[in-house]
């Protein structure tokens, strides 16, 4: 069985190769093993972002690009997806190409060392790509690097569930339901990784600890679906 590796640049190769082997199931599996809360998640994420017109953001680990399409929805700004995975990226263009948004490109590149300059983008969003990196505090000072002065940072990322009895339940199902269905279409491997990784990412007062030191102010969090997820939101002073 696949021992994972949870930070360093090893972690990186394999991120990188699981995620263009799945690329093509990607949002059914989303859909079906989060029941549809991923599209709430989504909202609340463009929730706490609150685009403004003309502005330009940037979707790091951006996949097919779902995030960057619910903030269109809600705005009429200019989107850069990027991800570590060209699949990801091939299967995003294809989409947008698809829906007639021009305000939407894509990068395949790494989000430890972003191909911007210095003060680019009036924000910045992660969400459920952030647990991937390799190294955590590299990727947060890029992130500080490539945001405007007042620029914000949302990351959504997967937590340990705050209710006790709701715990056990998603557990469960995190641990012993979700991989077996999910071997029924996509690598199997990919979706053991994904409950273990969860327990590997740090508690949410470490995350906001790493944000403070990268520079980022205001830093908040707001817990999701019992504590399943949750929502980093950070400032750049």
Sequence with gaps: ?????????????FVQKMFDDISDRYDFLNHLLSLGIDYYWRHRLVKMLAPKTSEIILDVATGTGDVGFAILKKCDVTVIGLDYAYNMTRLAKQKAEKRGIRSFKFVQGDGEQLPFSDNSFDAITIAFGFRNIGHFEIALQEFSRVLKPGGRLVIL????????WFSAIFRFYFKHILPKIAALFARSDAYRYLPESVEQFPERDVMISMMDQSGFIKTS??????????????WKS
């Design 157 to 164: 990322e997967f937590s340990q569930p705050t209710s006790v």
């Design 1 to 13: 069985m696949t021992e994972f590796k949870h930070r360093g640049t090893e972690k990186k190769a």
């Design 221 to 234: 969090h707001t817990d999701l679906t019992f504590g399943v997820s949750t929502l980093y939101l950070g």
